[in-house]
């Protein structure tokens, strides 16, 4: 699993009919610091993510698990939504609301 910000949305006039429905958002992989850590990618979205939101995502392989025994083409699906990160233990929690 990585850390992602979304930054953007991408609209696609034609696409593979298997994307039909499916959201692609574009992110930027993050370090547990949020610092930016190489190049942005696009993602399909699983749980109705937007700008700004910071996101959890899976790569290879596994992108294509959520959608299964579909073939979804994906090299990137984001499964997750970030509320709180602590850094001092590195690992993140959600906070309770």
Do not use: C
């Not at 992108?63 to 602590?86: K, L, M, N, Q, Y």
Request: no cysteine.
């Amino acid at each position: 699993m990585n850390l992602a910000k979304v930054i953007g949305t991408v609209r696609a006039t034609r696409k593979d009919h298997r994307l039909e429905g499916r959201r692609m958002l574009v992110v930027q992989p993050l370090t547990f610091d949020r610092e930016p850590a190489g190049d942005p990618l696009v993602a399909l979205d699983t749980v109705d993510s937007g700008p700004g939101d910071v996101v959890i995502y899976v790569s290879s392989t596994e992108a294509t698990i959520p959608f299964r025994p579909g073939d979804t083409p994906t090299d990137a699906t984001i499964v997750g939504s970030v509320e709180r990160i602590d850094t001092d233990r590195g690992t993140w929690t959600r906070s309770s609301r």
